[in-house]
């Protein structure tokens, strides 16, 4: 019983192991993997250059303002837009 039970785990095991190195076969030698990689880098890019206000510089993306539209702007220019420019 214990031999069985040792076989059907060792058989497992051995589909999970073939099933990752698959993955990492596709991920890493593939132009599928390829363009998973850009579209990671590009979603990255963005949203680090979304955290940049052109006016007033780099926020973390905690002090962002988000806006009922789902627009998120610096808290500077929101402060700007409800109260007036400051001069």
């Known amino acids: 019983m214990l031999a ?3 076989e059907g785990v060792l058989f497992v095991a051995a589909i999970a192991t ?3 190195l698959l993955f990492l076969a596709l991920v890493h030698y ?3 993997g390829t363009r998973l990689r850009q579209t990671r ?3 990255r890019i963005e949203r680090d ?3 940049v206000c052109p006016a007033h510089g780099p926020h973390a993306e905690r002090e ?3 806006l009922a539209s789902g627009e ?4 500077d220019c929101f402060k700007e837009a409800v ?3 400051f001069d």
């Open 4 to 6: 069985v039970l040792a």
């Open 64 to 66: 962002l303002v988000r």
């Open 49 to 51: 250059a979304d955290l």
């Open 41 to 43: 880098n590009r979603r």
């Open 18 to 20: 073939v099933a990752a």
């Open 30 to 32: 593939t132009p599928l």
């Open 72 to 75: 998120q702007i610096c808290p």
């Open 83 to 85: 109260m007036g420019k």
